[in-house]
């Protein structure tokens, strides 16, 4: 299922271009299941402008944003729970309510669903400035590092290796492990996206 969704935000990238990047960066502030950041380093493969590519991220994760606060605000937490689940968003509001303004900058720099975040500041009313401020500290400096880091694998291959897969996959597991997101799922986007040379029954060693 999560590989397929990741062929198709591959292939629209591939086909639209900088509308396509745009539109799944826009869908991926509010309901998007596909973590865009595995989707821009594809831009740049094919050969994107750097500086156009991440125009059109920037202005997609803002405008999403804001989209998923208005959805917390007036829809409120039973239409939240009924899209993400409610162990997934009671996790994600508590961390909000505990951390504030923070813990949108921390969601932002971390793998964390931020589909969580707009819609649990929208349900909680924060202000929507301290939204937007929160995510111009941390989520898009981290698409910005992903956008480059991506392009440098994929140029390089690095990864190419069983060791290096191996340890890529393992930092990956032990970050998201304390995170309301699942790290199997992401390890096997990542497997999916970058190819790495291990067979899917070895994802089963990075999975505790």
Same mark, same amino acid.
């Given at each position: 299922?999560?590989?397929?969704?990741?062929?198709?935000?591959?292939?629209?990238?591939?086909?639209?271009?900088?509308?396509?990047?745009?539109?799944?960066?826009?869908?991926?502030?509010?309901?998007?299941?596909?973590?865009?950041?595995?989707?821009?380093?594809?831009?740049?493969?094919?050969?994107?402008?750097?500086?156009?590519?991440?125009?059109?991220?920037?202005? !997609?994760? *803002? =405008? @999403?944003? %804001?989209?998923? +606060?208005?959805?917390?605000? #007036?829809? &409120?937490?039973?239409?939240?729970?009924?899209?993400?689940?409610?162990?997934?968003?009671?996790?994600?509001?508590?961390?909000?309510?505990?951390?504030?303004?923070?813990?949108?900058?921390?969601?932002?720099?971390?793998?964390?669903?931020?589909?969580?975040?707009?819609?649990?500041?929208?349900?909680?009313?924060?202000?929507?400035?301290?939204?937007?401020? !929160?995510? *111009? =500290? @941390?989520? %898009?400096?981290? +698409?910005?590092?992903?956008? #480059?880091? &991506?392009?440098?694998?994929?140029?390089?291959?690095?990864?190419?290796?069983?060791?290096?897969?191996?340890?890529?996959?393992?930092?990956?597991?032990?970050?998201?492990?304390?995170?309301?997101?699942?790290?199997?799922?992401?390890?096997?986007?990542?497997?999916?996206?970058?190819?790495?040379?291990?067979?899917?029954?070895?994802?089963?060693?990075?999975?505790?």
């Amino acid at each position: 299922m999560m590989g397929a969704l990741l062929n198709l935000a591959k292939t629209t990238v591939e086909h639209y271009g900088y509308a396509g990047i745009f539109t799944l960066t826009f869908l991926d502030q509010f309901i998007l299941p596909v973590p865009v950041d595995l989707v821009i380093p594809i831009a740049t493969s094919v050969h994107l402008s750097f500086t156009k590519m991440m125009v059109g991220v920037t202005g !997609g994760a *803002f =405008l @999403g944003a %804001i989209v998923g +606060y208005m959805l917390g605000k #007036y829809l &409120g937490h039973p239409v939240a729970v009924s899209l993400f689940g409610k162990k997934t968003l009671i996790k994600g509001e508590k961390f909000i309510k505990k951390w504030g303004f923070w813990g949108v900058v921390l969601a932002g720099i971390t793998p964390f669903p931020f589909k969580i975040v707009t819609w649990t500041t929208g349900i909680f009313e924060m202000p929507l400035k301290k939204l937007l401020l !929160g995510m *111009f =500290l @941390g989520l %898009i400096p981290r +698409y910005f590092i992903m956008a #480059y880091a &991506g392009a440098l694998i994929i140029k390089t291959k690095f990864y190419a290796t069983t060791e290096m897969s191996a340890i890529i996959l393992g930092a990956l597991q032990g970050l998201t492990e304390f995170l309301p997101i699942s790290s199997s799922g992401h390890l096997i986007l990542l497997e999916q996206f970058l190819k790495l040379p291990l067979a899917a029954t070895h994802l089963e060693w990075f999975d505790i």
